[in-house]
């Protein structure tokens, strides 16, 4: 299933109306754990997009600058975007049962190991488990409504 912008999903090209999570849809390593994301956030305080949805770069015109093999993006409601560590951080705060840990990320020492660990995990994410064969997966985008 395509998702479909709406006014109701974007106030302006670029702004969401809740924070949005881009993800690789291709990966069944990140999309296990976009599916642990979405079970500890029922009250969909986030919208969650494969990056390869059809026409997201036109949505949200600034994820065409980055490079995706970084990892995660966050789509904030001011129109900013936290890359990797930095966006699962802004998720972990806002998550059931995450969010009293998530200030760890702010200790120096544990930031940088976080950083770290999770640039590796990016890069070797399809040694964890495979790319969907076909390049569609089981996990369904939510909408922005």
């Not at 006014?7 to 999309?31: H, K, M, N």
């Not at 995660?72 to 705060?93: E, F, K, N």
């Amino acid at each position: 299933m395509k998702a479909v912008a709406s006014v109701a999903q974007t106030r302006s090209r670029g702004i969401p109306e809740r924070p949005v999570v881009v993800y690789d849809g291709e990966c069944r390593f990140c999309l296990k754990h976009v599916s642990r994301m979405q079970r500890r956030d029922p009250d969909r305080i986030f919208e969650y997009q494969p990056r390869q949805t059809v026409d997201l770069e036109k949505r949200f015109p600034k994820l065409a600058d980055g490079d995706f093999n970084t990892g995660m993006r966050l789509i904030h409601t001011d129109g900013s975007i936290s890359v990797g560590p930095d966006a699962v951080y802004a998720i972990a705060r806002r998550l059931n049962g995450w969010k009293y840990l998530a200030w760890l990320y702010r200790v120096p020492l544990v930031g940088a190991i976080c950083r770290a660990s999770y640039a590796w995990i990016a890069r070797n994410r399809y040694r964890f488990a495979k790319k969907c064969e076909d390049g569609v997966c089981d996990l369904e985008p939510s909408s922005g409504a």
